[in-house]
Protein backbone atom coordinates (compact mmCIF):
# COMPACT_ATOMS: atom_id res chain seq x y z
CA UNK A 1 0.00 0.00 0.00
CA UNK A 2 3.06 2.58 0.94
CA UNK A 3 4.31 1.50 -2.45
CA UNK A 4 1.29 2.84 -3.93
CA UNK A 5 0.97 5.94 -1.95
CA UNK A 6 4.49 6.62 -3.14
CA UNK A 7 3.89 5.97 -6.91
CA UNK A 8 1.03 8.80 -7.08
CA UNK A 9 2.27 11.41 -4.52
CA UNK A 10 6.19 11.21 -4.51
CA UNK A 11 6.28 14.35 -7.42
CA UNK A 12 4.61 16.45 -4.83
CA UNK A 13 7.74 16.62 -2.30
CA UNK A 14 8.97 19.72 -4.06
CA UNK A 15 5.74 21.20 -5.74
CA UNK A 16 4.26 24.61 -3.69
CA UNK A 17 1.54 24.49 -2.31
CA UNK A 18 -0.95 26.56 -4.44
CA UNK A 19 -0.45 24.30 -6.97
CA UNK A 20 -1.32 21.11 -4.89
CA UNK A 21 -4.30 23.01 -3.70
CA UNK A 22 -5.37 24.03 -7.48
CA UNK A 23 -4.89 20.77 -8.61
CA UNK A 24 -6.68 18.86 -5.75
CA UNK A 25 -9.62 21.35 -5.98
CA UNK A 26 -9.64 21.02 -10.37
CA UNK A 27 -9.66 16.62 -9.27
CA UNK A 28 -12.45 17.01 -7.11
CA UNK A 29 -14.77 19.50 -9.46
CA UNK A 30 -13.31 17.27 -12.53
CA UNK A 31 -15.03 14.06 -10.97
CA UNK A 32 -18.19 15.68 -10.65
CA UNK A 33 -18.49 17.03 -13.61
CA UNK A 34 -18.47 13.52 -15.17
CA UNK A 35 -21.10 11.92 -12.48
CA UNK A 36 -23.15 14.78 -13.23
CA UNK A 37 -22.47 13.72 -17.42
CA UNK A 38 -23.37 10.50 -16.57
CA UNK A 39 -26.54 11.43 -14.72
CA UNK A 40 -27.34 13.67 -18.02
CA UNK A 41 -27.40 16.50 -15.48
CA UNK A 42 -26.73 19.85 -17.38
CA UNK A 43 -24.47 20.73 -13.94
CA UNK A 44 -21.66 19.14 -16.10
CA UNK A 45 -20.40 22.42 -17.75
CA UNK A 46 -20.35 24.63 -15.02
CA UNK A 47 -18.16 22.13 -12.93
CA UNK A 48 -16.44 21.18 -15.55
CA UNK A 49 -15.72 24.71 -16.58
CA UNK A 50 -13.84 24.96 -13.30
CA UNK A 51 -11.78 22.07 -13.57
CA UNK A 52 -10.70 22.74 -17.20
CA UNK A 53 -9.88 26.68 -16.38
CA UNK A 54 -7.59 25.45 -13.37
CA UNK A 55 -6.20 22.36 -15.55
CA UNK A 56 -5.08 24.83 -18.77
CA UNK A 57 -3.08 26.78 -15.83
CA UNK A 58 -1.59 24.10 -14.37
CA UNK A 59 0.07 22.42 -17.92
CA UNK A 60 0.67 25.77 -18.89
CA UNK A 61 3.15 26.08 -15.66
CA UNK A 62 4.24 22.18 -16.52
CA UNK A 63 5.13 23.12 -20.43
CA UNK A 64 2.25 20.37 -21.05
CA UNK A 65 1.12 22.36 -24.08
CA UNK A 66 -0.96 19.61 -25.83
CA UNK A 67 -2.69 18.97 -22.30
CA UNK A 68 -3.56 22.43 -22.23
CA UNK A 69 -4.62 22.59 -25.37
CA UNK A 70 -7.06 19.91 -24.65
CA UNK A 71 -8.54 21.67 -21.28
CA UNK A 72 -9.21 24.90 -23.68
CA UNK A 73 -10.93 23.19 -25.87
CA UNK A 74 -12.80 21.62 -23.42
CA UNK A 75 -13.77 25.04 -22.27
CA UNK A 76 -14.79 26.35 -25.27
CA UNK A 77 -16.83 23.32 -25.45
CA UNK A 78 -18.50 23.40 -22.61
CA UNK A 79 -19.64 26.24 -23.02
CA UNK A 80 -21.38 25.21 -26.43
CA UNK A 81 -22.49 21.70 -24.52
CA UNK A 82 -24.51 23.77 -21.95
CA UNK A 83 -26.03 25.83 -24.45
CA UNK A 84 -26.94 23.20 -26.25
CA UNK A 85 -28.55 21.10 -23.53
CA UNK A 86 -30.25 23.58 -22.31
CA UNK A 87 -32.30 24.21 -25.41
CA UNK A 88 -36.25 24.01 -24.81
CA UNK A 89 -39.13 23.23 -27.69
CA UNK A 90 -42.62 23.32 -26.20
CA UNK A 91 -40.65 22.62 -22.72
CA UNK A 92 -39.39 19.67 -24.02
CA UNK A 93 -35.57 19.00 -24.47
CA UNK A 94 -34.52 19.52 -28.07
CA UNK A 95 -31.46 17.22 -27.57
CA UNK A 96 -31.87 13.75 -26.42
CA UNK A 97 -29.41 10.76 -26.16
CA UNK A 98 -28.78 9.29 -29.44
CA UNK A 99 -26.70 7.59 -31.73
CA UNK A 100 -23.92 8.54 -34.58
CA UNK A 101 -24.48 8.51 -38.18
CA UNK A 102 -22.83 8.20 -41.00
CA UNK A 103 -22.24 12.33 -41.68
CA UNK A 104 -21.55 13.01 -37.51
CA UNK A 105 -18.95 9.89 -37.88
CA UNK A 106 -17.48 11.54 -40.14
CA UNK A 107 -17.38 14.93 -39.06
CA UNK A 108 -16.15 13.39 -35.51
CA UNK A 109 -12.89 11.77 -37.46
CA UNK A 110 -12.43 15.34 -38.92
CA UNK A 111 -12.46 16.95 -35.35
CA UNK A 112 -9.78 13.93 -34.57
CA UNK A 113 -7.42 14.93 -37.22
CA UNK A 114 -7.46 19.11 -37.03
CA UNK A 115 -7.34 18.32 -33.24
CA UNK A 116 -4.39 16.38 -33.80
CA UNK A 117 -2.10 18.77 -36.18
CA UNK A 118 -3.23 21.80 -33.96
CA UNK A 119 -1.89 20.21 -30.79
CA UNK A 120 1.10 19.15 -32.46
CA UNK A 121 1.24 23.13 -34.07
CA UNK A 122 1.01 23.90 -30.26
CA UNK A 123 3.91 22.24 -29.28
CA UNK A 124 6.14 23.00 -32.23
CA UNK A 125 4.92 27.14 -31.89
CA UNK A 126 6.26 26.97 -28.15
CA UNK A 127 9.77 25.48 -29.49
CA UNK A 128 8.90 22.04 -27.57
CA UNK A 129 11.31 19.21 -28.32
CA UNK A 130 8.63 16.50 -28.68
CA UNK A 131 8.95 13.41 -26.69
CA UNK A 132 7.16 9.96 -26.99
CA UNK A 133 4.95 11.47 -24.38
CA UNK A 134 4.28 14.39 -26.13
CA UNK A 135 3.07 12.36 -29.49
CA UNK A 136 1.09 10.50 -26.84
CA UNK A 137 -0.53 13.65 -25.79
CA UNK A 138 -1.05 14.68 -29.58
CA UNK A 139 -3.35 11.27 -29.91
CA UNK A 140 -5.19 11.88 -26.97
CA UNK A 141 -6.28 15.24 -27.89
CA UNK A 142 -7.58 13.84 -31.06
CA UNK A 143 -9.73 11.66 -28.82
CA UNK A 144 -10.85 14.10 -26.57
CA UNK A 145 -11.90 16.81 -28.45
CA UNK A 146 -14.20 14.79 -30.54
CA UNK A 147 -15.37 13.15 -27.72
CA UNK A 148 -16.49 16.15 -26.13
CA UNK A 149 -18.10 17.26 -29.06
CA UNK A 150 -20.49 13.83 -28.91
CA UNK A 151 -20.83 14.58 -25.73
CA UNK A 152 -21.84 18.11 -26.31
CA UNK A 153 -24.50 16.67 -29.31
CA UNK A 154 -25.77 13.86 -26.60
CA UNK A 155 -24.01 11.17 -28.88
CA UNK A 156 -23.49 7.72 -26.45
CA UNK A 157 -20.45 7.22 -28.81
CA UNK A 158 -18.43 9.81 -26.60
CA UNK A 159 -18.39 7.01 -23.85
CA UNK A 160 -16.50 5.10 -25.67
CA UNK A 161 -13.67 8.06 -26.49
CA UNK A 162 -13.82 8.41 -23.18
CA UNK A 163 -13.11 5.08 -21.82
CA UNK A 164 -10.18 4.70 -24.60
CA UNK A 165 -8.63 8.27 -23.81
CA UNK A 166 -9.11 7.86 -20.14
CA UNK A 167 -7.87 4.46 -19.95
CA UNK A 168 -4.43 5.63 -22.25
CA UNK A 169 -3.80 8.90 -19.58
CA UNK A 170 -3.87 6.89 -16.60
CA UNK A 171 0.01 5.53 -16.94
CA UNK A 172 1.13 8.33 -19.04
CA UNK A 173 0.35 10.84 -15.80
CA UNK A 174 1.08 9.04 -13.28
CA UNK A 175 4.98 8.47 -15.64
CA UNK A 176 5.03 12.34 -15.26
CA UNK A 177 4.39 12.71 -11.89
CA UNK A 178 0.82 13.99 -11.96
CA UNK A 179 -0.69 11.09 -9.11
CA UNK A 180 -3.26 13.03 -8.67
CA UNK A 181 -4.69 13.51 -12.32
CA UNK A 182 -3.38 10.05 -12.67
CA UNK A 183 -5.68 8.71 -9.98
CA UNK A 184 -8.56 10.84 -11.87
CA UNK A 185 -8.34 9.67 -14.70
CA UNK A 186 -8.42 6.44 -13.50
CA UNK A 187 -11.97 6.91 -11.49
CA UNK A 188 -12.97 8.95 -14.87
CA UNK A 189 -12.47 5.14 -16.67
CA UNK A 190 -14.78 4.02 -14.37
CA UNK A 191 -17.40 6.65 -14.44
CA UNK A 192 -17.33 6.24 -18.00
CA UNK A 193 -17.75 2.42 -18.22
CA UNK A 194 -21.05 3.35 -16.00
CA UNK A 195 -21.66 6.55 -18.09
CA UNK A 196 -22.33 4.38 -21.34
CA UNK A 197 -24.15 1.61 -19.63
CA UNK A 198 -26.62 4.46 -18.01
CA UNK A 199 -27.08 5.91 -21.06
CA UNK A 200 -27.26 2.91 -23.55
CA UNK A 201 -30.13 2.40 -20.65
CA UNK A 202 -31.56 5.79 -21.53
CA UNK A 203 -31.35 6.06 -25.14
CA UNK A 204 -33.16 2.25 -25.10
CA UNK A 205 -35.93 3.95 -23.16
CA UNK A 206 -36.37 6.69 -25.42
CA UNK A 207 -36.83 4.31 -28.44
CA UNK A 208 -39.76 2.01 -27.14
CA UNK A 209 -41.64 5.23 -26.05
CA UNK A 210 -40.87 6.85 -29.56
Do not use: C
Not at 55 to 77: A, E, K, P
Amino acid sequence: MSQIFDFFFYAYEGRSLSLIILEATAFFFGIASVIYAKRENILVYPTGLVATAITVYLFFIDSLYGDMMMNFYYSVMSIYGWWNWSRTKEKQQVVVISRTNTREKGIGFIFFLITMFITYGVYRWFGKELEWTNYVDIFTSGIFFTAMWYMATKKIENWTLWIIGDFITVPLYAYRGWGMFALQYLIFTILAIQGYRQWKKSLSSNQQTS
